[in-house]
């Protein structure tokens, strides 16, 4: 059965007016998390998280990036009232939060830190527990929504094992099962791949990819760009609590200019005629060289190559990734290994 399509909030009935808590966003491409100046300085003295001005549009995959100790996680914590800001506003489903925490959170599904499971419960009976425990779930329709979560997540045929047997993929897929019991318009995953295999990692982003096609807003945070690249339509950078930048995948990819790649076997020749053309960045991996592409024009430097006496084999230049971005707008290298 299919994950219940995400829904807009019911209108609150008439007389239920909240002057301290405004209605709900109702547009599909409001924004689902809004920040202004949203900051945190934690006891210690340590700015996690400073003056954070975050737009999350309704439908998009949204990529929270940045190396460890970038902010990600506060934020998230943030934003699911489970710390206080320090200074600056969060909204949520058009909600402020912290203060509006007990009317967002039934329609928010979040994984953060791990799904906590009962190993020598079956993976069946931890979401039963999960379910028993929202005091808003119906009894009498309980078995129904845990086979649904778990059909959603593809693990029906392993739903009677302990979940102690059960691969990393597979806890991670229980734990976005929980979050799916009920229809939420908005899921939060903190780190959803961390520590999975490729294979791990490639179910869940067909399931994040899926849920969003289902018209849920996903949000998500890694400090892998190509998973950033692979599922998100939109991506924040962080970089030491600040924001760096955000927009649409493909927009921020085209910030950066590309790179120069000549395929070579005489690579350092290529390089030194390379920085004698200008070209800034020049890298030299086996028989490719790399370079920043220089401002004039690359049919001199190709021919200034060869008048070198360098053998070209290839000569292109390769359409800007996130990761060109990343390196250009912070002017360092990601931490890909985390
Ligand atoms: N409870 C805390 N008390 C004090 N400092 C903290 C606390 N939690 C996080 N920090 C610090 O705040 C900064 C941001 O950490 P945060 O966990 O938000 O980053 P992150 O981008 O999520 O990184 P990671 O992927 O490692 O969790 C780091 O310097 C971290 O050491």
């Keep these: 059965m299919p994950h219940p399509p995400a829904r807009d909030p019911a209108p609150p009935p008439a007389g239920s007016s909240e002057p301290s808590n405004p209605a709900p966003v109702h547009r599909s491409d409001a924004p689902v998390i809004q920040t202004h100046g949203l900051t945190k300085r934690y006891r210690g003295g340590q700015l996690a998280v400073d003056s954070l001005d975050l ?42 939060m912290p203060g509006a925490v007990r009317k967002v959170l039934p329609e928010v599904g979040a ?79 903190d780190e959803p791949t961390n520590g999975l295999d490729p294979q791990g990692m490639r179910e869940i982003r067909a399931l994040i990819r899926e849920l969003a096609a289902d018209g849920t807003t996903v949000f998500l945070s890694s400090h892998l760009l190509d998973e950033i690249e692979q599922v998100c339509t939109h991506a924040a950078v962080m970089a030491r609590g600040r924001l760096i930048a955000q927009g649409g995948v493909g927009e921020l990819a085209a910030r950066a200019r590309g790179r120069l790649v000549v395929e070579t076997p005489d690579p350092a020749e290529a390089a030194r005629v390379l920085k004698e053309q200008g070209t ?3 890298t030299v991996e086996e028989e490719r060289v790399t370079a920043e592409p220089p401002e004039r024009d690359l049919a001199e430097v190709n021919a200034a190559l060869v008048t070198a006496g360098v053998r070209v084999r290839g000569f292109t230049v390769r359409g800007a990734s996130l990761e060109d971005a990343f390196v250009e707008l912070t002017g360092e290298g990601f931490d890909v290994a985390g």
């Design 111 to 189: 994984l953060i830190e791990g799904p906590a499971l009962y190993g020598f419960l079956s993976g069946r009976d931890n979401l039963v527990r999960y379910d028993a425990a929202d005091p808003a779930a119906d009894p009498r329709t309980r078995r129904r929504r845990v086979e649904a979560a778990l059909e959603r997540v593809g693990l029906s045929a392993a739903a009677g094992k302990k979940a102690k047997a059960y691969s990393l993929g597979m806890k991670q897929r229980l734990g976005l099962a929980a979050a799916l019991l009920q229809p939420r318009r908005l899921l939060v995953l």
């Design 280 to 282: 800034a960045d020049v």
């Design 55 to 96: 737009t999350v549009p309704g439908g998009s995959v949204f990529g929270f990036l940045g190396p460890n100790g970038s902010g990600k996680t506060t934020t998230i914590r943030m934003l699911m009232g489970l710390i206080e800001p320090t200074s600056g506003t969060a909204r949520v489903l058009g909600r402020p």
